[in-house]
C-alpha cells in the first residue's frame, strides 16, 4: 500500500521529487509536515515575526509604567489585588466543596459490605480512587493567598517582568534565527545535492 510519500510514483514522481517530500520528515523540514506534500520546498527559511511582536509588546508595556503615576500605580495594583483574591477564593472553594464530595463517598465506600469475597478487590480499588483523587484534587496547599503591595513595589515588580520578557524573547528570537540559517543549509545542500546527481540520477 502506497504511503503519502510514495503514492505518487505510480504518476512518474521522480527522484528530486521523492527525496524532498521525504526529507519533510527530517528536522530541518519538519514544520511543513501538516503542508500539503506537493507544497514547495523553500529556499530559504526566515524567523517568525512571533519574538519581535513578543518583543514590541514588552517594550510598549515597558514604556506605559515607565510614565504611569504612583497614584495611577495604586489604583491598577488595588484592581489587580482584588482580582486575584477573588480567584483565589474561587479556586480554594471549589477544592473544599470537590473534598467533602470525594470524602461523602468514601463514606459510602467504607460503609458498603462487598457481597462476595470476590467483591473485596473491587471495594479496595474504589477507596484507592478517591483516597488518590483527594490528595490530587484537593490539595490546597501550593495555593497561596495573593499579597498586596504598594503601589512603588507593583510598578517594580512589572517593570522586572517586562525587561525579563524582552530578555527571554531577544534570547528565543536569536535561537530563531540560528536555527532557521542551519534548516536554510540543510535545504540547500540537498537540493545542490540533487542538482549534481541529476546526471547520475533519473529526475
Request: proline share 4%; glycine share 2%; net charge negative.
Amino acid at each position: 500500500m502506497p504511503t503519502g510519500y510514495t503514492y505518487k510514483i505510480r504518476e512518474g514522481m521522480g527522484f528530486k521529487e521523492f527525496t524532498l517530500r521525504c526529507a519533510r520528515a527530517f528536522g530541518a523540514l519538519i514544520t511543513m509536515r501538516d503542508a500539503p506534500l506537493d507544497a514547495e520546498v523553500p529556499d530559504e527559511f526566515k524567523p517568525d515575526d512571533y519574538y519581535d511582536s513578543k518583543i514590541e509588546e514588552s517594550k510598549a508595556r515597558l514604556s506605559e509604567l515607565e510614565k504611569m503615576t504612583l497614584e495611577e500605580a495604586e489604583i491598577t495594583a488595588e484592581e489587580e489585588y482584588q482580582k486575584a483574591m477573588t480567584e483565589y477564593k474561587k479556586v480554594i472553594g471549589e477544592r473544599v466543596e470537590l473534598k467533602e464530595k470525594y470524602t461523602a463517598m468514601l463514606k459510602k465506600v467504607d460503609e458498603w459490605t462487598p457481597p462476595t469475597p470476590d467483591h473485596r478487590e473491587l471495594k479496595n480499588f474504589m477507596r484507592d480512587q478517591l483516597i488518590s483523587s483527594i490528595n490530587t484534587d484537593c490539595d490546597i496547599s501550593y495555593y497561596l493567598p495573593p499579597k498586596e503591595c504598594s503601589a512603588n513595589e507593583w510598578l517594580e515588580d512589572n517593570k522586572k517582568k517586562c525587561i525579563d520578557r524582552i530578555a527571554y524573547f531577544t534570547k528565543e528570537k536569536e535561537k530563531e534565527e540560528d536555527r532557521c540559517v542551519k534548516r536554510t543549509e540543510w535545504v540547500r545542500a540537498l537540493k545542490q545535492s540533487l542538482e549534481q546527481d541529476s546526471e547520475n540520477i533519473s529526475a
